[in-house]
């Protein structure tokens, strides 16, 4: 009867802290110079049923905000202005801080990353319902190579870069978090939360993820990572830097990644683009 109780009192202080947010699932970023790729970026998430963009504006010269007005963009996103060196930590926190009270889930991920919900064909919303008892799903990485493109293609990256890397490529052990806000206590991470005692973040085979990496597993939903695009846009993300450490990157880590990740045709995000 106690525990009936202290069950009842619980619930209705979190119905209090949150009675009715404006947003059911969000995406939160940070980025720097990546102008080019927010419209096909947010237009896609937009049509498997993002609602919203918290968008950490890390000092671009063309500042995003002037980007998305210009694409009619501007209404779905909220821009902060954070320009400086390792802030993605320092990012996610202050948006989870800021809005765990206006949006259920956030996603934490890059502007190089597409979530691809498979088994709900196009429909983020529906797969993540699964999830609710969870304090987030972590979703693994497929890392796509440059389909052997040196310079810009001036096309959709999406139509682009179609080769990706095999399943088991160590790097796609990686997960990115789309996290129940109200049980996140911080992030310590780009790839990891801590959660408030009794939540945690599981796979999408519902195994729980303690640190940045899980088992791969991608029937249900991957995350296309485009991390290597063309050579020549590869150097300007050299040029950018790293958005959550000091750590410069270098041409190697391109050809690293590049060698290993054209290897499988994988255009399933493509049939989403027809919805």
């Known amino acids: 009867m106690f525990k009936k109780v202290l069950n009842f009192f619980f619930f209705r202080k979190r119905q209090k802290q949150y009675p009715a ?33 918290f968008i950490y504006d890390n000092g671009s010269k063309v500042p995003i905000t002037e980007t998305l007005r210009s694409a009619n963009l501007l209404r779905y996103a909220t821009v902060i202005w954070m320009p400086g060196k390792s802030k993605q930590v320092i990012a996610y926190n202050h948006c989870l801080k800021s809005n765990r009270n206006i949006s259920q889930w956030i996603g934490f991920i890059d502007v190089d990353e597409f979530i691809v919900p498979k088994s ?3 429909d983020l919303g529906k797969l993540i319902r699964d999830y609710e008892q969870f304090g987030a799903l972590g979703i693994n990485w497929l890392i796509f190579g440059s389909s052997g493109h040196v310079v810009r293609t001036k096309r959709s990256q999406l139509e682009s ?4 890397s095999d399943e088991s490529f160590p790097p796609n052990a990686h997960v990115k978090c789309i996290v129940q806000a109200e049980y996140v206590m911080k992030c310590v991470g780009a790839h990891r939360f801590l959660y408030i005692k009794g939540k945690f973040c599981v796979n999408e085979n ?3 993820i303690n640190d940045s990496f899980s088992n791969i597993s991608t029937m249900k939903v991957q995350i296309n990572h485009y ?14 830097g790293l958005a959550d450490s000091k750590r410069k990157r270098d041409l190697n880590d391109f050809y690293f990644h ?18």
Not at 35 to 53: D, R
Not at 161 to 164: I, N, P, S, V
Not at 228 to 235: D, I, N, P
Request: aromatic share 16%; net charge negative; proline share 1%.
């Open 21 to 53: 947010r404006l947003y059911t699932l969000s995406l939160c970023c940070i980025a720097k110079d990546e102008n080019e790729y927010f419209t096909e970026w947010i237009e896609f998430h937009l049509k498997i049923g993002v609602q919203h963009f």
């Open 120 to 122: 709900t064909f196009a």
């Open 161 to 164: 870069f179609t080769l990706r």
């Open 206 to 208: 519902f195994t729980p």
């Open 227 to 240: 991390y290597c695009r063309s050579l020549e846009e590869y150097k300007d993300k050299v040029l950018r």
């Open 258 to 275: 590049d060698e290993n990740s054209n290897k499988v045709k994988d255009t399933f995000i493509l049939k989403m683009l027809d919805i």
